[in-house]
């Protein structure tokens, strides 16, 4: 139950969520590729790739921090060749870098369509095919995206088409490269939060939402209980973070509470049958 020396490819690992998982990993001591897009500080977003090799660096891991597009298929390529070369190799892939617009169709412009679709889908796809040859060679390899459960109900498509069909799109990478690469004994599962998760993009588009949102810890646990599983056991799987951590025994969620005191807000995307086992 331990990541100890393997190597992770995080995609968007300068903050929120990706930066958890990346600091969750380095607690076993691992290898951490953070693969993002900021190199220099923002003025709306917090963190570079280089405080977060720093923040890995503390907390027992080894960091490799590098400035990549997902979008560039080469600057891809470059990154995950830079990081096996580094590191001996790549374990795991988390597919985590994600654009969002929670827009109407009038509302969307097609640069934002095109982001989102290049980003979310295609990022992925491109994540993937580029690590593949090394996830490979490795003993316990996985591809773990940051995706909803395939819950094709218009409800979630009608409010912002375009954004549900780039994150489902990445889902539907985890249904088809579970199977295509099942042979490899590549385990490929999606993991997604029962409730909003405190993050940058969350504060910036929905900031009375981040109030009601839990920490991107819990995101991080139940990642690491995924990716500490031998791959051959669980793979296709849409995973819901609440319940990967149930399923371990846990029962107290306290730690994760949104900060203002306020009762979690429930995801979009969360199928009825799970909010409504939570509901209750």
């Known amino acids: 139950m331990s990541l100890e020396n393997k ?9 929120g969520i990706g930066l958890a998982i990346a600091l969750r990993a380095a607690r076993d001591g691992a290898c951490i590729a953070i693969a993002a897009k900021t ?71 097609m640069k934002r369509y095109d982001l989102m679709q290049a980003i979310n889908a295609r990022g992925t796809f491109l994540c993937s095919k580029a690590a593949l040859p090394h996830l ?17 109900q218009a409800k979630w498509f009608a409010p912002h088409v375009a954004y549900t069909i780039a994150k489902f799109g990445m889902s539907l990478c985890t249904l088809g490269h579970a199977e295509e690469f099942r042979a490899y004994g590549i385990a490929v599962n999606s993991l997604w939060p029962l409730t909003t998760i ?34 051959r056991e669980a793979t296709g799987r849409f995973f819901i973070d609440e319940d990967v951590l149930r399923a371990q025994g846990q029962t107290d969620f306290s730690m994760y509470a949104p900060s203002s005191g306020a009762a979690p807000a429930l995801d979009f995307f969360v199928p009825d049958d799970i909010a409504a086992r939570y509901s209750r």
């Open 136 to 152: 490979r060679r490795a003993g316990n390899p996985h591809i773990l995206t940051l995706s909803p459960p395939l819950d094709m």
């Open 7 to 15: 190597t992770l490819f995080i995609t968007g690992a300068s903050r």
């Open 39 to 109: 190199d220099t500080p923002h003025p709306k977003l917090e963190g570079t790739i280089h405080t977060a090799a720093a923040a890995v660096e503390a907390a027992g891991g080894r960091a490799l921090p590098l400035l990549v597009d997902v979008r560039d298929e080469a600057a891809v390529e470059a990154a995950v060749a830079q990081t096996a070369s580094h590191f001996g190799g790549i374990d795991i892939l988390v597919n985590n870098a994600s654009a969002i617009s929670l827009t109407n169709t009038p509302a969307t412009e």
């Open 198 to 231: 405190d993050t940058a993009a969350v504060r910036n588009m929905l900031p009375a939402m981040a109030d009601a949102s839990r920490s991107p810890a819990i995101m991080a646990d139940a990642a690491h209980a995924i990716l500490t599983r031998p791959s």
